[in-house]
């Protein structure tokens, strides 16, 4: 899950929006242990940052680009069977394109 806010500027005659964007990012990590010793969980909170751009195709339609980066790493210690286990989360690197429509 995450939100956030998106900030940029107008070139090209004001048909493309140059943008970053700036959030929080929330998710669940989870890690399979060997030896069937089952799974472990916890849920990981950070930010989301990206830039992108989107541009005008005409009154109801535009085309967008972006590149996202999620860091909800966490690392976290568990003890099964006897054993700490730890488990280190890792960023998330997303690229997203698609068409908008205004009615």
């Not at 900030?7 to 998710?27: E, F, P, W």
């Not at 669940?28 to 541009?55: M, Q, R």
Request: charged letters at 15%; hydrophobic letters at 40%; aromatic letters at 8%.
């Amino acid at each position: 899950m995450s939100i956030a806010l998106r900030a940029g500027g107008l070139v090209n005659d004001g048909n493309t929006l140059l943008y970053g964007r700036l959030g929080a990012s929330r998710a669940k990590l989870t890690a399979t242990l060997p030896g069937n010793l089952g799974t472990v969980s916890s849920t990981g909170t950070g930010i989301n940052a990206g830039l992108g751009v989107e541009h005008r195709l005409n009154r109801n339609v535009s085309v967008f680009a972006e590149y996202n980066y999620h860091d909800v790493g966490k690392t976290f210690t568990t003890n099964v069977a006897g054993a700490d286990w730890t488990v280190t989360g890792k960023g998330l690197h997303t690229v997203s394109a698609g068409v908008n429509f205004r009615f």
